[in-house]
């Protein structure tokens, strides 16, 4: 392993140690007091290695300025993003990394549970990655790759761009977010703080992915009211809502339609909450496509199903609420398409082959990008996320710093 990549990896196994977990059902932000233990010490050092700007504000955001070093004026301000928080739906308390050193393509054991077993028939990933050094938790947690890789990515490359002013870039930015599992981790930021003109989020998968596409969201509720009576004197009077919900969720589409049976560009809807008592009963939806206008239709079917259900329980009744959530970036992308171009050139210049493909998901940069910074997403290695196989390859951050340092100096030639 070379200086480059030791660095990276001892960066990443500290960072993921610290437990920065986020709470959905916090109204607070950040969702977690917990996520400004990582980025403190991502504050302090920044600082250490000449940062001079660096600070975390109010909300939990880290923010810090790598000056121009070009002769050139007027050069884009280029942000680079990623965000501290862990996913809700596995532990990332006590996480504790191992490096598995000259991966030679052996199944992975987890020791902390040994039922936990990371093989290639399940990660077909892995068998690219023979000869790398991964790094996977012990089988108790998550690794938090999903996003500690980004943060340790972005960290390595501003010591690497102050340590070599002779790489010519213009003004760089640097943006630690929380809350981004949670949906809410550009909610409280300021923009002006930021003062960025393009920007790129460290949060996708594999070697060479470049995402400028996401799901178009909304977050859309169901709440089924029926009449409550005394169990004991019932007939003809009580509409039980458990009844009136159950037979709701049974009538949903079987395939084609939930995230378990869709894949590639397919959109779905998926009940992630579920809510009842006698009088009143709820479910909570997800709604995503690539497409912004089949949102409404999806909609539209949970609709039709809710009337045919109230159909067969007289006195029921049902309400819904539509939340917007996040738009596909690739309506601000397309305005400028330079900004995945250059980050093209950047990775054929390193020897990587690009991969461009779309997020089953979003990322702070679909949020970005509608407020005034077009954001497309680069790989990190981080893989099998949000689980306990979770797992990345310290190459695969390394290749992503050598992109970026590319990617900074396509920019300056071409300013």
Partial sequence: MNELAKNVAERFMRYVQIDTQSDPNSVSFPSTEKQKNLSNILVEELLSVGVNDAYIDEHGYVFGTLPSTSAKENLETICFCSHVDTAPDCSGTDVRPILHANYQGQDIILPDDTTQVITIAQHKYLSERIGDDIITASGMTLLGA??????????????ELVNNPTIKHGDIRILFTPDEEVGRGVEMLDMKKLNADVGYTLDGGPRGSLEGDTFSANAMTIRFHGISAHPGYAKGKMVNAVKVISHFMESLPATGFSPETTSGSEGFVHPYNL?????????DFLIRDFTTANLENHQAVLIELADATIAH????????????????MREVLDTKPYIEEYAV????????????????????????????L?????????????????????????AAIKTCIELVQVYEEKG
């Fill in 146 to 159: 999903d996003d500690k890789a980004g943060v340790a990515i972005i960290m390595q490359l501003a010591a």
């Fill in 345 to 372: 050139e950047a990775m054929h210049r390193v020897g990587i082959k690009p991969k461009q493909d779309l997020v089953r998901g979003g990322t702070d940069g679909s949020r970005l990008s509608f407020m005034g």
């Fill in 275 to 283: 809510k009842g008592q006698l009088e009143t009963a709820s479910v």
């Fill in 374 to 398: 077009p954001c497309p997403n680069l790989f990190t290695g981080e893989m099998a996320i949000h689980g306990k196989h979770e797992y990345v390859s310290v190459q695969d951050m390394e």
């Fill in 313 to 328: 329980f007289p006195g029921a009744r049902y309400e819904t609420s539509v939340k917007e959530q996040y738009r596909n």
